[in-house]
Structure formats: C-alpha cells, structure tokens
C-alpha cells in the first residue's frame, strides 16, 4: 500500500526535472535553426495528424517538440537508472554466491581433513589392538567405529 504514494511522489519529481530541461529545449531551438528544423519540429509535425489539418506553426511545433523530446530525455534517464540497479544487483548476487560457493568448498575440505584424522585414528586404535593383543592384554573394546 505504501508503493502507491512512493511511486505518485517520484512521478511528480520527474515532472518536475523535466519541466527545466524543456524549457532548455524551447531556448536552444528558438535561437538555433539547425536544432529547431532537424531535432526539435520533426517529431512534432509527424505525430499522425489526420491528413486534413494543416501543420502546426512554427512556434507550438517548437512547443511540442520540445515537450516530446524533454519527456524523451527523462524516460531516457530514468531507463538507464533502471538497468543500473539490476546490473548492480546482479553483481551483488553473484558475489554472495561466490561467498557462499567458496564456504561450502572450506567446509567440505574442513570434513575431508576430519575424516582423514579419523581413519588414522581408527588405524592407530587398531594397530594399538593389536599390539596390547600380542602382549596378552585383555582388551575388551568391541565397538572400534570403521574407516569414514
């Protein structure tokens, strides 16, 4: 529920930024006739008027495409943001998976070391066996675990 308000606020601060960079737009094709014919008008003249009504005048196609570009830039922006966090928490994760791989592999070598010390010991009990056997010594250990 509190997703709503959130996204209502960040709506709200992207129009808000956009607002500057439009009016960046309308001074920059105002005062360039290069910008204004080839960047800024286009896009307004070609928004699939119906064939009947005549262009838009030179001042509201500059208008309009400034509008269109400055909300081009801010979904531009706000695109790349967006993959920037995935790729940053792509990251992440893989890290942690690299962590968590690399203390399975310390644990699993911990175990084979424990295992190792074990069988030696299980050896050694049993040629002590049967060493305290050759003495005569009555032994009464029945339950010597077998090799890990």
Same mark, same amino acid.
Do not use: W
């Given at each position: 529920m509190v997703y709503?308000?959130?996204?209502? &606020? !960040?709506?709200? *601060?992207?129009?808000? /930024?956009?607002?500057?960079?439009?009016?960046?737009i309308k001074r920059k094709a105002a005062s360039n006739e290069i910008f204004r014919t080839y960047v800024?008008?286009?896009?307004?003249?070609?928004?699939?008027?119906?064939?009947?009504?005549?262009?838009?005048?030179?001042?509201?196609?500059?208008?309009?495409?400034?509008?269109?570009?400055?909300?081009?830039?801010? &979904? !531009?922006?706000? *695109?790349?943001?967006? /993959?920037?966090?995935f790729t940053r928490q792509a990251r992440n994760d893989?890290?942690?998976?690299?962590?968590?791989?690399?203390?399975?592999?310390?644990?699993?070598?911990e175990i084979d070391i424990l295992k190792d010390r074990i069988n030696r010991q299980i050896n050694e009990m049993k040629n002590l066996k049967v060493k305290l056997t050759e003495l005569g010594v009555s032994l009464e250990i029945e339950n010597v675990p077998k090799k890990c």
């Open positions: 709503f308000p959130i996204a209502k &606020l !960040t709506y709200l *601060i992207v129009r808000q /930024i956009s607002k500057p960079i439009t009016k960046f800024v008008c286009p896009p307004a003249q070609s928004l699939g008027q119906p064939k009947f009504v005549p262009p838009l005048n030179n001042a509201m196609a500059i208008e309009t495409g400034s509008n269109i570009l400055g909300e081009l830039t801010i &979904l !531009t922006i706000g *695109i790349s943001l967006i /993959i920037l966090e893989m890290k942690k998976h690299d962590q968590h791989r690399a203390q399975r592999k310390n644990m699993e070598n």
